[in-house]
């Protein structure tokens, strides 16, 4: 010890160590956890995970083709029993942010249910709105 430390604390440096009558010693995983890393900011890492998380923006069908995709649809309608393989490509918007993604998927057709506007491929339900390319595909 150099003679700085003697100097300032050198009437406790060889004093022996106060042990409690009254408090139990705290064990080894207590005492560590007092110098575990803590989060400063909960939800911050989280937050800057969903601003980074990018998103595609939906534009609008023109009527040309809402048109063909409804003639594929009546086509699909009229003989859903063989229609064993079709692709279809449609928006899912997002729950947290403006925008979403689309989603490609093929398939069977299981039905179309024409009051509720939903097609369901692969037991996937899909609203009709939300197709953007749909087509029948050559076995």
């Known amino acids: 010890m150099d003679n700085d430390s ?8 060889n004093m ?3 042990i409690s009558n009254i408090h139990a010693p705290m064990n080894i995983i207590n ?3 007092q110098f575990a890393p803590f989060s400063a900011l909960p939800g911050h890492n989280d937050a800057v995970k969903e601003t980074e998380r990018l998103t595609e923006t939906y534009h609008s069908l023109d009527e040309e083709e809402k048109e063909r995709i409804n003639d ?20 899912i918007e997002d729950e947290k942010k403006s925008g979403g993604r689309f989603v490609k998927l093929t398939g069977s057709v299981k039905k ?7 097609i369901i491929i692969n ?16 076995e």
């Open 6 to 13: 003697y100097k300032y604390y050198g009437d406790i440096i």
């Open 16 to 18: 022996p160590r106060r």
């Open 31 to 33: 005492r560590a956890a």
């Open 72 to 91: 594929i649809l009546q086509h699909i309608l009229c003989n859903i029993d063989n229609m064993n393989n079709i692709y279809v490509k449609y928006f």
């Open 112 to 118: 179309i249910d024409t009051y509720n506007r939903l």
């Open 123 to 138: 037991n996937t339900k899909i609203h009709i709105d939300d197709i953007v390319d749909i087509s029948i595909l050559e």
